[in-house]
């Protein structure tokens, strides 16, 4: 899934928990995209392209088992919420956390081609619907409802809104073998398309950070034994 989709998961969780801060979720829904930054600048993971690239379909998500896979997933998961909950005493945030991380995976599994382990030095079974390789343009359709559907739930505002359907869009050329874009220019140059994704990555959670403040009714809740004094 891309950047901004996974970034407006983080409004559904927070909705669920709405005495946990935004921007540790907001960061626990990209935990594993930001590992996979970090493992391919490191060597350790590998992305490769096709000679051209046309679609998110040329491009290959070789090599990632330690920062997607099944197991790492939900060991980091279960990790921070017993960190968090059973160490630090907060309960919402650790739950929040752990959710947040764990829906990457789910995410990714259900756009993915067959590329997620489930544990690093397994190679088999590769998991993945395939939906980017199979049918790129109902990914992009199913990915914009699913950021709206965010938005909805969350109660988001214009500004809000306006990322989701920009940041989507933006993948439109990504979607569609179609329509060219700036694809193009990643063929034979994979850690140009990580930093494409990190800067993608850092934007989305920054601006979403920005345009969704605390939820209007927790922060009227809170306010409320005070303004009763
Ligand atoms: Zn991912």
Not at 137 to 153: H, K, L, S, T
Not at 161 to 187: D, K, Q, R, V
Request: net charge neutral.
């Amino acid at each position: 899934m891309f950047a901004v989709d996974h970034a407006a998961t983080a409004l559904l969780v927070k909705r669920r928990y709405p005495s946990a801060r935004l921007a540790p979720i907001l960061v626990s829904v990209q935990a594993m995209e930001l590992g996979w930054v970090a493992l391919n600048y490191l060597g350790v993971e590998r992305t490769t392209t096709d000679a051209v690239v046309h679609s998110v379909a040329d491009i290959h998500l070789a090599y990632m088992p330690y920062s997607h896979s099944v197991g790492t997933a939900i060991g980091a998961a279960v990790l921070a919420w017993l960190l968090l909950e059973k160490g630090f005493g907060r309960a919402a945030l650790g739950r929040a956390v752990g959710i947040g991380i764990v829906s990457h995976l789910i995410l990714d599994l259900a756009t993915h081609g067959r590329d997620i382990v489930l544990w690093p030095g397994l190679s088999t079974p590769r998991l993945g619907l395939g939906l980017y390789e199979a049918a790129p343009v109902a990914a992009f359709v199913v990915e914009f409802i699913y950021g709206i559907v965010c938005w909805y739930v969350y109660r988001g505002g214009l500004g809000l809104l306006t990322l989701i359907c920009l940041g989507n869009l933006a993948n439109l050329s990504f979607l569609s073998p179609a329509i060219p874009g700036p694809e193009e220019y990643l063929a034979g140059r994979p850690l140009l398309l990580v930093t494409v994704i990190f800067v993608q990555i850092v934007v989305t959670l920054v601006l979403a950070g920005m345009l969704a403040p605390d939820d209007p009714a927790s922060t009227a809740r809170r306010l409320s034994p005070v303004l009763a004094r």
